[in-house]
């Protein structure tokens, strides 16, 4: 943490510590930049997926040589790290493994790492509503001897027809019951989470089903029992107010005659 004393008396000290202070906002200039190119969220179990990773300036702030280790939970898998300089390339390597390691030095001139990954929708091993259980597309690590620093980390949803199904059921029951103040509705969408959790996915289903019923069936009954109330306050007031003009009429004298 940088102190700074400010110096009234000082217009050059002044100056100083602005120009400081200006340095630490912005942070260091050129570091090492990385793009994500991934243009999806969720996949398919089974379902083949492609993503593109750029590391930009990638010797800013690193060592002249470092290692980049790339790891994924993809099967399948293929990698191809290209090594550019001002767009030309100057090294590739290819990987079929699910983890790899690529020697970058600072003699190769590179200015770009540019790692495109393929590989197979992983097997679902734990099935979780909330967070929707997810798998590593790919973790980017930079080696340095001993030392290791996380460039990069992304997951993704993976899902099954059945899962994916049971998710949406879920999801339209927990709408359902949000809106109501059914306790039983309520219950019954736990159940349909647990089963979810435990990958009984028919179960998850019918139970997320009977959870939207009893919460809709409950949300019309509060309707009916305000809308009952609302008719008999107003058979109340109309009856109050026939009840105050039959009062008043009956206590009026007899028609005075015009003259």
Not at 147 to 157: A, F, I, P, R
């Amino acid at each position: 943490m940088i102190k700074m004393s400010w110096i009234r008396s000082s217009k050059g000290a002044t100056l100083v510590a602005l120009l400081a202070l200006l340095l630490a906002v912005a942070g260091p200039a050129g570091a090492l930049t990385l793009t994500d190119e991934t243009d999806f969220q969720e996949s398919r179990v089974g379902e083949t997926v492609s993503t593109t990773v750029v590391i930009e300036d990638p010797f800013t702030d690193q060592p002249d040589e470092w290692t980049l280790r790339g790891t994924t939970e993809l099967t399948n898998v293929s990698w191809v790290v290209t090594v550019r300089q001002q767009g030309n390339q100057v090294n590739q390597s290819q990987y079929s493994d699910q983890t790899f390691e690529e020697p970058l030095a600072l003699d190769n001139n590179g200015d770009e790492v540019r790692i495109e990954l393929t590989g197979d929708t992983p097997a679902v091993e734990n099935y979780t509503y909330d967070p929707p259980q997810s798998y590593v597309l790919w973790d980017l690590v930079a080696v340095t001897g001993n030392s290791e620093s996380t460039l990069n980390t992304t997951s993704v949803h993976h899902y099954t027809n059945e899962s994916d199904g049971a998710r949406n059921a879920i999801d339209e029951a927990a709408t359902a019951v949000n809106g109501s103040d059914s306790q039983e509705a309520q219950d019954q969408l736990d159940r349909a989470i647990e089963a979810y959790n435990g990958g009984q996915f028919g179960l998850a289903n019918n139970t997320a089903q009977d959870a939207k019923n009893q919460a809709e069936s409950a949300e019309q009954s509060q309707q009916q029992t305000q809308t009952l109330i609302y008719v008999a306050v107003a058979l109340v007031v109309l009856a109050l107010v026939g009840g105050g003009i039959y009062y008043w009429r009956s206590n009026q004298g007899p028609d005075t005659k015009l003259q």
